[in-house]
T-cell receptor, first 112, second 112 residues
């Protein structure tokens, strides 16, 4: 099993550009989520999904869109990037038992 | 979810036990205590969780007080690779759709 895979690992954008951060998991987990982590801060929830076709907002959803067309994939879209979105983004998935979240290795985004 | 309070930093000598405290005085009866850690800039890693009873796995032990208002994560024989930020989180059980409130955690430095 690869676990949770995020791509790209690094990305530099200009203000106003759009992009999609990809997240895929091969554990058949229903629950997936996106967090962002700014320097010296803990992780903050952006969006989450409890199953295919179902998404909901987290603590800091503005500027981000998500969709969940399959169990495996949960992409995060930045429609018009802003410097305030410079951060490290983590995707996570969770199965139905134990309450253990599996995190990807992160995607480091810089918006100039 | 209940809030948690952790010391910002701790030191531990290699080979000794590392005892990381966490206060969660407003914890509800259906909330679990979870511990994660984040090594350098990697994705957080699940360590252990519990509800009422003490728990032990291959990584650590979790001691929860009888009134459940505080807990201690014990790394029995700390190694240099245990240097990380440790997060104590309380939440309703798994797959609930609730975010994990990571806070700022405790930065543990294991020294030779």
């Amino acid at each position: 099993n690869a676990g949770v895979t995020q791509t790209p690992k690094f990305q530099v954008l200009k203000t106003g550009q759009s992009m999609t951060l990809q997240c895929a998991q091969d554990m058949n987990h229903e629950y997936m989520s996106w967090y962002r982590q700014d320097p010296g801060m803990g992780l903050r929830l952006i969006h989450y999904s409890v199953g295919a076709g179902i998404t909901d907002q987290g603590e800091v959803p503005n500027g981000y869109n998500v969709s969940r067309s399959t169990t495996e994939d949960f992409p995060l879209r930045l429609l018009s990037a802003a410097p305030s979105q410079t951060s490290v983004y983590f995707c996570a998935s969770e199965g139905t038992s134990a309450g253990e979240l599996f995190f990807g290795e992160g995607s480091r985004l810089t918006v100039l | 979810d209940a809030k948690t309070t952790q010391p910002p930093s701790m030191d531990c000598a290699e080979g000794r036990a590392a005892n990381l405290p966490c206060n969660h005085s407003t914890i509800s009866g259906n909330e679990y205590v979870y511990w994660y850690r984040q090594i350098h800039s990697q994705g957080p890693q699940y360590i252990i969780h519990g509800l009422k009873n003490n728990e032990t796995n291959e990584m650590a032990s979790l001691i929860i007080t009888e009134d459940r208002k505080s807990s201690t994560l014990i790394l029995p024989h700390a190694t240099l690779r245990d240097t990380a930020v440790y997060y104590c989180i309380v939440r309703v059980g798994s797959n609930s759709g609730y975010a994990l409130n990571f806070g700022k955690g405790t930065s543990l430095l294991v020294t030779p």
